[in-house]
Every structure is written in structure tokens, then in C-alpha cells.
């Protein structure tokens, strides 16, 4: 069965970093487009970043363009997402996912606080 676990979230100062990793397993990793999420509490669920089956194409939401890189390693089953000059606006919840067939499958996130 498809599972996505994050990690690498945590509480970090404004203008920091962080770097959040998604491990996938129960499918074929290399073959689908990851994208990661964000809930923050009382918004919607966001979408900030996509990343082609092979690593060749990427799309960033314009709130973290320039601040956020995905990337993926496909011998790891990995996807990861590359955080910079953090604000407090981005404290939230993390989520990767991946649509197979019809059916997203989410991981259960992982918490990122923005604060001083």
C-alpha cells in the first residue's frame, strides 16, 4: 500500500531554514509527479510545489518562489523540500503527496513554526 511519511519539521527563528524529507514506499516512486502541501490552522490546504517523475520539471506557488526548492531522489524514494528565509507566515503543516490513479495519498504531515 502507498505511504508517505514526513519529517524534518521543527520550531525555527524567522530567516532560517529548514529542509523537510518525504519517504515513499508501496509504489513505483520514479514514475509520478510529488508535490508538497501546506495547512496552516483555519486556512485551507495549499499547494507550493510540484516536481516531475524524473526531476526535470518543477512549479512553485508564488508565496514561496525563491525561497523553496523541491528536489527528489529517486534512489531513496525520497522528495524533499528545501526551506530559506522562513516567516512566520509559513508556520503550518507540511504534507507531500502523490496522485495515483484517481486517488491522492497524503503522508500525516509534519509541523513547521515560524517564531522569534
Known amino acids: 500500500q502507498v505511504q508517505l511519511v514526513e519529517s524534518g519539521g521543527g520550531l525555527v527563528q524567522p530567516g532560517g531554514s529548514l529542509r523537510l524529507s518525504c519517504a515513499a514506499s508501496?509504489?513505483?516512486?520514479?514514475?509520478?509527479?510529488m508535490s508538497w502541501y501546506r495547512q496552516a490552522s483555519g486556512k485551507e490546504r495549499e499547494l507550493l510545489a510540484t516536481?516531475?517523475?524524473?526531476?526535470?520539471?518543477?512549479n512553485y506557488a508564488d508565496s514561496v518562489k525563491g525561497r523553496f526548492t523541491i528536489s527528489r531522489d529517486n534512489n531513496k524514494n525520497t522528495v524533499y523540500l528545501q526551506m530559506n528565509n522562513l516567516k512566520p507566515e509559513d508556520t503550518a503543516v507540511y504534507y507531500c503527496?502523490?496522485?495515483?490513479?484517481?486517488?491522492?495519498?497524503w503522508g500525516q504531515g509534519t509541523q513547521v513554526t515560524v517564531s522569534s
Open positions: 503527496k502523490v496522485l495515483k490513479g484517481r486517488v491522492d495519498y
Open positions: 508501496g509504489f513505483t516512486f520514479s514514475n509520478y509527479v
Open positions: 516536481i516531475s517523475s524524473l526531476g526535470l520539471s518543477t
